[in-house]
T-cell receptor
Framework: GQSLEQPSEVTAVEGAIVQINCTYQTSGFYGLSWYQQHDGGAPTFLSY????GLEETGRFSSFLSRSDSYGYLLLQELQMKDSASYFCALTGTASKLTFGTGTRLQVTL | KAGVTQTPRYLIKTRGQQVTLSCSPI?????VSWYQQTPGQGLQFLFEYFSETQRNKGNFPGRFSGRQFSNSRSEMNVSTLELGDSALYLC?????????????FGNGTRLTVT
């Protein structure tokens, strides 16, 4: 099977940079995705890494290293609205995602 | 373009009853998948439909079933409800089945079983 681990909580100051790590165990996968979910809301797609390396989308960047079974989401210039839960997810067979345990990010003043 | 619509938003049922949840995907999206979200187990894959056929199924008992209609709308059904079925049920649609097609989630149906 597949399993992904993330830190349960991360706290950072507004304007700072924060990195949310994701380690995984799997026999094979197509890529690693990241989703954001605000309390009471739906998960929303942030980024997808099919290949090793860094993908940048505005203030958000995501990194994947298949050899290390590791990925991370980097959030820059943190804003209060970034307070949410963040999930990494392995894409196995298309449209079937295995989600990580989720990281609750708290941005403070 | 309208997002993924799930109905109802909230549902309270009694143990032993059955329930049907509905999902309308984004127009043009052909793949619909369902996830269960609970505080203890997180987000877990239930099943995926594409072209009215179930393509993938997660590790859930047979009490959980679903279907997809020709217009891509989907329903999921849970029979003989148990207390442990209380959860947020999320529907997601994607344009196709490629790995890099992002999932677009609805706001979910919160099911409470008493």
């Amino acid at each position: 099977g597949q399993s992904l681990e993330q830190p349960s909580e991360v706290t950072a100051v507004e304007g700072a940079i924060v990195q949310i790590n994701c380690t995984y165990q799997t026999s094979g996968f197509y890529g690693l995705s990241w989703y954001q979910q605000h309390d009471g809301g739906a998960p929303t797609f942030l980024s997808y890494n099919a290949l090793d390396g860094l993908e940048e989308t505005g203030r958000f960047s995501s990194f994947l290293s298949r050899s290390d079974s590791y990925g991370y989401l980097l959030l820059q210039e943190l804003q209060m609205k970034d307070s949410a839960s963040y999930f990494c997810a392995l894409t196995g067979t298309a449209s079937k995602l295995t989600f990580g345990t989720g990281t609750r990010l708290q941005v403070t003043l | 373009k309208a997002g993924v619509t799930q109905t109802p938003r909230y549902l309270i049922k009694t143990r032993g009853q059955q329930v049907t949840l509905s999902c309308s995907p984004i127009s043009g999206h052909r793949s619909v998948s369902w996830y269960q979200q609970t505080p203890g187990q997180g987000l877990q894959f239930l099943f995926e439909y594409f072209s009215e056929t179930q393509r993938n199924k997660g590790n859930f008992p047979g009490r959980f079933s679903g279907r997809q209609f020709s217009n891509s709308r989907s329903e999921m059904n849970v029979s003989t409800l148990e207390l442990g079925d209380s959860a947020l049920y999320l529907c997601a649609s994607s344009l196709d089945r490629r790995g890099n097609s992002p999932l677009h989630f609805g706001n979910g149906t919160r099911l409470t079983v008493t």
